[in-house]
């Protein structure tokens, strides 16, 4: 008989934690809603709700990247390890994205104005990228060697990225519904209420766009493998600098503008340098 194989224990709990994350997303976004305590709406709690679901996402990206990690630095990896890491993320990053997005949309901006949109449409949104988020993880494991996790790029947006883009906009909505408040200014006040009902229309169309980013095959960098590595060139100096100065000077603001910043920058940026690839060898074919 074979003798059973060892779990690593720390990766593991890691890995669990992550999926944990995930369910008590799910669980926190269920509170968003009509659900009301003394007769009246909730607004606080609803806020809440929605800001500690999007956090729990990002503190499973966290889990997410801590695990393979200690995996490798511990020499614990393992098939059973790379498997349990993809059934977490489909939990954390496409299942908990896609009903945080349905509830966010449908129950808490909803009093705010903006595009009404059809709940069957949202629903076909939600199902949409939580399917091309398992089809993205179980591409990557099928494509991916545990030897070779060190990778510097991607094919494909990463799954705890498109996750971010959705759960971005819940995460900085308070520090925008704080804004509206009296207290501030006229422009500030002007600002936040066009800002709500606009991510109120625009977040399906966002969901439904990094799903599509998800199952392509554009090029994305492995940025924590190029911010913590030796090797940083001009360009990723320069970029780590507008990072900081964004998040020192509007916050949790900030968290949107960065994600939204990864996943369509180099999409638009292969489809640039197509038109002028295309339009060279236009030139070029006209001149002889």
Request: aromatic content about 10%; glycine content about 6%.
């Amino acid at each position: 008989m074979k003798p059973p194989r060892l779990i690593a224990v720390l990766p593991t709990m890691l890995t669990l934690a992550n999926g944990a994350c995930g369910f008590g997303a799910i669980t926190f976004a269920a509170k968003l809603g009509p659900t009301t305590v003394d007769g009246s709406t909730p607004v606080e709690v609803a806020v809440n709700a929605s800001f500690i679901a999007a956090a729990l996402i990002f503190l499973a990206m966290v889990f997410d990247m801590l695990d393979g990690s200690v995996a490798r630095l511990m020499k614990q990896t393992s098939e059973l390890g790379a498997q349990l890491d993809s059934l977490c993320d489909a939990i954390s990053f496409g299942v908990a994205p896609a009903f945080l997005m349905l509830q966010f949309v449908t129950k808490e901006l909803a009093r705010y104005g903006g595009v009404s949109y059809p709940s069957r449409l949202l629903w076909t949104i939600g199902m949409l990228y939580a399917m091309c988020a398992i089809m993205r993880l179980a591409r990557f494991n099928v494509e991916t060697d545990d030897d070779e996790d060190s990778h510097a790029e991607f094919s494909g947006l990463p799954s705890p990225a498109a996750a971010g883009v959705v759960a971005a906009f819940p995460f900085a909505m308070p520090t925008v519904v704080e804004l509206i408040a009296p207290p501030n200014g006229a422009i500030l006040q002007r600002t936040a209420e066009w800002i709500v009902p606009a991510v109120r229309t625009l977040l399906p169309l966002i969901t439904a766009a990094v799903a599509g980013l998800m199952v392509s095959r554009i090029r994305y960098a492995h940025f924590f493998s190029q911010l913590f590595s030796g090797q940083r060139n001009r360009r990723h100096v320069i970029q780590l600098v507008v990072l900081l100065l964004v998040v020192f000077f509007v916050h949790e603001l900030a968290v949107p503008l960065i994600f939204l910043w990864f996943a369509f920058a180099s999409p638009l940026r292969a489809a640039w340098t197509s038109l002028i690839g295309d339009r060279l060898r236009l030139y070029k074919t006209r001149q002889v």
